[in-house]
């Protein structure tokens, strides 16, 4: 399986010819670094929940046009979307096969942040091996521990370095993806990087360096 980040919380994954792409949000596009017309082959659309840093409305609107894809989400997220012209196919919590993907789905509390109310939100653990916790650090996810990779948000307004690092010892993953950093300059994330791979590679854990779009790896 490989996963390639679009910049913040875009992931695309790919497996056995089939394309699964997670939260095309507002950060991904803005600069035009990233364009819909990359996601053109995607089979499924899955939007963890209705922040617009992980749901660019007019992005998504494109993308599906392009490629005929399937969105999944919340019934928020359906809610918000059906007067756009949008359908979703809402999930709930258990496992459900799109393509050649397995996921299982987890209702997981967004983190705490000022004077908002929290969104639904999903977490996805993906062919028995990564882990996407949205934007969540909730101990409902310990159930993952040991996952061999996870999706970790590592800059947020309701994050420090250290509430970071307590979720990766909690979880004890065996690699890294950093995500949730695209409102940063590049110098910026790159120096992030360079805090936070050091540190978990004292602990035997792998940390990718994936800070420009387009770049990925393989699991």
Known sequence: MKITKYIHSCLLLEHEGEQLLFDPGKFSFAEKRVSPETFRNVSTVVITHQHPDHLDVDALREI???????????????????????????????????????????????????????????????????????????????????????????????????????????????????VHDGYAKDFFVEQRYDTYEPHFAQQGIQFHRLAQPGQSITV
């Not at 999944?72 to 997220?77: G, H, N, P």
């Not at 918000?80 to 299982?104: H, K, T």
């Not at 996805?124 to 916790?133: A, D, R, S, T, Y």
């Open 64 to 178: 599906v046009r392009l490629s005929g894809a399937t969105v999944l989400s919340t019934q928020e997220v359906a809610d918000m979307l059906a007067p756009q012209g949008l359908q979703v196919q809402v999930v709930e919590e258990g496992e459900l096969e799109v393509g050649s993907f397995r996921l299982e789905a987890v209702a997981v509390p967004h983190e705490p942040i000022l004077d908002s109310e929290l969104p639904q939100m999903l977490a996805f653990f993906i062919n028995g091996k990564v882990l996407n916790p949205a934007d969540s650090f909730s101990p409902i996810l310990q159930k993952f521990k040991r996952a061999e990779v996870l999706i970790l948000p590592v800059m947020a307004p309701f994050l420090t370095e250290l509430r970071v690092a307590e979720f990766v010892r909690q979880l004890e993953p065996q690699q890294l993806v950093p």
